[in-house]
Nanobody, 124 residues
Framework: QVQLAESGGGLVQAGGSLRLSCAAS????????MGWFRQAPGKERDFVAA????????YYADSVRVRFTISRDNAKNTAYLQMNSLKPEDTAVYYC?????????????????WGQGTQVTVSA
């Protein structure tokens, strides 16, 4: 089992940047593919980005490609989401998730472990 904790959210103006972190504890972090998802009020939880166990395979949602970068540091048991050129429509609660597969799924219901989420608010 693994426990996940997100941090790094906050309020930023459009065009700004934030870096989210997802700290993992418990079982070996490198045993898990990691994903980032987001959920805006009244909407479903949407896929943002995902990374395989060793970082060699990465996927992005079309809406964030080029602007966001997912990465991981297995030595630090942490996954990251660097978000640049933020837009008001990026406003949501951001969640990290883990699953014990090599390749990272894009569907939320494929993940077994979730963090509590961190709020990202982008003002116009």
């Amino acid at each position: 089992q693994v426990q996940l904790a997100e941090s790094g959210g906050g309020l930023v103006q459009a065009g700004g940047s934030l870096r989210l972190s997802c700290a993992a504890s418990g079982r070996t972090f490198s045993s898990y593919a990691m994903g980032w998802f987001r959920q805006a009020p009244g909407k479903e939880r949407d896929f943002v980005a995902a990374i395989s166990r060793n970082g060699g395979t990465i996927y992005y949602a079309d809406s964030v490609r080029v602007r966001f970068t997912i990465s991981r540091d297995n030595a630090k048991n942490t996954a990251y989401l660097q978000m640049n050129s933020l837009k008001p429509e990026d406003t949501a609660v951001y969640y990290c998730a883990a699953v014990g597969t090599w390749y990272p799924p894009k569907k939320a219901n494929s993940y077994d472990y979730w963090g509590q989420g961190t709020q990202v608010t982008v003002s116009a």
